[in-house]
């Protein structure tokens, strides 16, 4: 199986910024980062996992939950299969458990997190 393995993760301030990275360990079968949609969710303490950010699979499009747009950025770089979420202006309630994902119909690829906690 492709393992998903993200870093980054810490200790900040708030209003920090953390840089994730994730990127398999093993050879994507037979293709890219970019043949699949790139994901990240995060997951707090006692609540259930959310979609954070997305790149589409099929047009390239990004997208944000509404409580980190304007902050998270989500990008990839194909020549090395991995994938960032660039985060800003971090808050307390970002706390928690960011896991990537690659997705497309057949083929669902996680992590196995890594911890981001925001706390003075």
């Known amino acids: 199986h492709v393992q998903l393995v993200e870093s980054g993760g810490g200790l900040v301030d708030p209003g920090g910024s953390l840089r994730l990275s994730c990127a398999p360990s093993?050879?994507?079968?037979?293709?890219?980062?970019?043949?699949?949609?790139n994901r990240w969710y995060r997951q707090a303490p006692g609540k259930e996992r959310e979609l954070v950010a997305s790149?589409?699979?099929?047009?390239?499009?990004?997208s944000y939950a509404d409580s980190v747009k304007g902050r998270f950025t989500i990008s990839r770089h194909t020549a090395n299969n991995t994938m960032y979420l660039q985060m800003n202006s971090l808050k307390p309630e970002d706390t928690a458990v960011y896991y990537c994902?690659?997705?497309?119909?057949?083929?669902?690829?996680w992590g196995q997190g890594t911890q981001v906690t925001v706390s003075s």
């Open positions: 994902n690659l997705f497309r119909p057949g083929t669902d690829y």
């Open positions: 093993t050879p994507l079968f037979g293709s890219y980062i970019n043949s699949y949609a």
């Open positions: 790149i589409s699979r099929q047009s390239g499009g990004t």
